[in-house]
């Protein structure tokens, strides 16, 4: 059985970075395509970034030259380092691979 954890969320400044983790057991993820998405309060969830198997990556229109994902697959994990964060960045962030979501973790910024 998959299972997705995040983690790093938390409270920031404006301006300030944040990087989240996902960890994913029960299956190897070296080959798989893994995302970050997010979900603003009375908001639909959205994309936020991907990373192919083979290393490729897109960006929300909204993340692009703040946000970069990564993977390390000998430790299943992916990153989510958001830089110059935004009031509008504040949501839940969950990571989803191999058809499986986490629980989500929150990230507020705020003054």
């Known amino acids: 059985q998959v299972h997705v954890v995040e983690s790093g969320g938390g409270l920031v400044q404006p301006g300030r970075s944040l990087r989240l983790s996902c960890a994913v057991s029960?299956?190897?993820?070296?080959?798989?395509?893994m995302g970050w998405y997010r979900q603003a309060p009375g908001k639909q969830r959205e994309p936020v970034a991907t990373i192919g198997g083979g290393g490729s990556t897109s960006y929300a229109d909204s993340v692009k030259g703040r946000f970069t994902i990564s993977r390390d697959n000998a430790k299943s994990m992916v990153y989510l380092q958001m830089n110059s964060l935004k009031p509008e960045d504040t949501a839940v962030y969950y990571c989803?691979?191999?058809?499986?979501w986490g629980q989500g973790t929150r990230v507020t910024v705020s003054s």
């Open positions: 989803y691979g191999h058809g499986s």
């Open positions: 029960g299956t190897s993820i070296s080959t798989e395509a």
